[in-house]
């Protein structure tokens, strides 16, 4: 069975920085898209960034020169390093990965989130 698990969440302070990263395991033949998501409470779950096994970056406006998305296909891992955090970054965040397993089945599978906080 195909998993993803975050971590690297945590309490910063504002200005401060976190990496959050995303490990894909089970029979896994490729992982197409990655995407980073969050949810504020009382909000919806929100695009923060995305990215293609092989292509160009999506960043939502708000995260834009403060966030960098990547992965490592060889791992099967994701990463989303965060810089310059404010409180309004305070969130859980997602992850997600379209991925082809070795059985032929192809779908998107979620995390189960990992808690920022950004406090002074």
């Known amino acids: 069975q195909v998993q993803l698990v975050e971590s690297g969440g945590g309490l910063v302070q504002p200005g401060g920085s976190l990496r959050l990263s995303c490990a894909a395991s089970?029979?896994?033949?490729?992982?197409?898209?990655m995407g980073w998501y969050r949810q504020a409470p009382g909000k919806q779950r929100e695009l923060v960034a995305a990215i293609p096994r092989g292509g160009s970056t999506n960043y939502a406006d708000y995260v834009k020169g403060r966030f960098t998305i990547s992965r490592d296909n060889a791992k099967n891992t994701g990463y989303l390093q965060m810089n310059s955090l404010k409180p309004e970054d305070t969130a859980v965040y997602y992850c997600?990965?379209?991925?082809?397993?070795?059985?032929?089945?192809?779908?998107?599978?979620w995390g189960q989130g990992t808690q920022v906080t950004v406090s002074s």
């Open positions: 997600n990965g379209y991925i082809w397993e070795q059985s032929g089945r192809q779908g998107l599978y």
């Open positions: 089970g029979s896994i033949r490729s992982i197409y898209d």
